[in-house]
């Protein structure tokens, strides 16, 4: 076993990768840009190129490192096969063997990048000294990992953790990305909340400071009028922990976990936000008080790297 | 590895008893009355015994039994404790624990009597040769149990599986056994299907076959009525089938299991019942066409023997 290890996380427009030594600690962390180009075939020698400049520069041999996780965004199976990635142009792939060529036959092992980054949480983050673990990521959209026994939990069409794509409102008429109607992701992604927003604008006549943004409102706008008491504010925000908190309760009845991690950029609302879902959650898992907390992701845009790199230790 | 293994099935009437050769062939079982009294302390010495004197009459000696395995009806702790069981009497207590004492040592493990039916429904019923499923039971109430890597997932506080008090019905106001409103159980178990065709019945003026019963209408009634095509039967059953069909989708949005296995009383309608989920189901869960496929159990009333049986086998 080596003493280093390395996470890999693919996105569409960089990679971030980071060199952590086995316990977890970040040595360091640094980015290649992503070259989509025929169908993403530079991708991975991109990447082992970088990584072999960096242990080298470092004077760290192969013989130190343990073996790299990557992060890929788009659903892998558990042989390793990739049938598409959409933002990168990889079709029919097995990313995990490609790189392992690339870095000289170490070790690689591949994974979704919303499961990588709740395995990350549960490393070294908001997650941590936790075995079973559910973390939903409010961003643009809503993402989601189920780790259970500290494994990820990738389903078998890879599909386990689409938390975003969990039905929660039958009243919504609008389609999800997804081709659904009523995703969580509809009302709960940082687009979902600023939607709701110029809804309620619209339905009212309420004086708010949301107005001032006017059809331009953020999700931003609507977590900081909340805080601040601004009622449309906060009449939105009641929406939105309803669904979410309905969610967590749903999971709950599924897989129990011990905690659940929210990051994403919404979570930079921070506690307000949480114990908004706590009183919705509770509301609808009545069936007992002892279930599983809710806790703030910590690791932010990192989260992936670590993630990646705790794939690789198991 | 001895050549047999044994199941039990510990219910508030009865203790169903299976003796199995393990590759899952049940050589024969039998039942002993549940003794409720003085804190049900008389159930495992009962069960014992009974095992104990089979065994001597089929000639077994215990060198040649693997062990044995109880579902019993409340939650269980990873370390094998039972803080309760309001069905039996039991409160803080180590089944496992007594029951190999009371079976001279012989390996025992517990588990809750719902998650040990899906797994004898993944050992040798409608879920054989899958790794990864979900079994929802349909009877006076709505049970489940989660199978992931033909492990039982009970969740941190033992809510996991606790599918019929996921919460899918928002007009709901009247209130479940669990405090809550809205939940599977209220409108898929036998109990909830009769009540929604009671409110069916009252709310329109519909000639109908369920009339006759009025209100002793039953789920057996609704199920044959819209089988047969009963308008009123039909349109009962459609609001089943939608929040059937809404829940799988979001369990597989959670855990995506390869199969969904349906059992109890109202899966006695058979594929009528499957085809109505699926309808729901793929409206609920449009991201994919790639997902879980749904069966029928299979073992009836023995699923808890086989499940408790396959416990012992890992």
Redesign the interface.
Known sequence: MGKVCIGIDVGGTTVKIGLFQINGELLCKWEVPTRKEENGKYIIPDVAQSILSTLKEKGISMDEVAGAGMGVPGPVRSNGYVEVCVNLGWRDLFPEKEMSRALGGLPVKAANDANVAALGEMWQGGGKGYE?L?MITLGTGVGGG?I?GQKI???????????G???VR?EEKEHCN???CGCLEQVASATGIAREARRAMAASQMPSVLREAGDQVTAKDVLDGAKAGDRLACQVMEVVGHYLG?AL??????????VFVIGGGVSKAGQFLIDLIYKYYD??????K???GIVLATLGNDAGIYGAARLILD
Chains 1, 2 share one sequence.
Do not use: R
Request: charged share 20%.
């Open positions: 079973d559910v189920v259970v939990i990738a389903g078998k069409h890879g599909l386990a953790g689409e938390i794509h969990i039905h039958d997804c081709g659904g309905l309760a749903q999971i709950s009845m599924t897989v129990d976990p011990e509301e609808f898992s009545s069936i007992s002892d279930k599983g």
